[in-house]
Nanobody, 122 residues
């Protein structure tokens, strides 16, 4: 099973930026699709962004469109989430996962990372 390791979380003031990384231990042929989810205390896990590794096609939640960018580095087997103009409501544990069958449905993702905390202060 592919291992996914997130990094890059931390504490930032509102309006600031962070870049999350998700390194895959390997990229089997089936790992064509990867995504980011987040979960705040007392809330359900919600979709943030997804990318098709081979085509580069991306999808975003409405709440992060125009502020977050998902990208990948094929040579490093790494997916990134660049987060700009952060808001306190972006505070959550962020998880990367993949591959998926339905990008917005977390139950269709096969492998998950351990998560990284992002805290945005007002």
């Amino acid at each position: 099973q592919v291992q996914l390791v997130e990094s890059g979380g931390g504490l930032v003031q509102a309006g600031g930026s962070l870049r999350l990384s998700c390194a895959a231990s390997s990229r089997p042929y089936r790992m064509y699709t990867m995504g980011w989810f987040r979960q705040a205390p007392g809330k359900e896990r919600e979709f943030v962004a997804a990318i098709n590794w081979s085509s580069g096609l991306t999808n975003y939640a409405d709440s992060v469109k125009g502020r977050f960018t998902i990208s990948r580095d094929n040579a490093k087997n790494t997916v990134y989430l660049q987060m700009n103009s952060l808001k306190p409501e972006d505070t959550a544990v962020y998880y990367c996962a993949g591959p998926y069958r339905v990008y917005s449905d977390y139950s269709t993702y096969d492998s998950w990372g351990q998560g990284t905390q992002v805290t945005v202060s007002s």
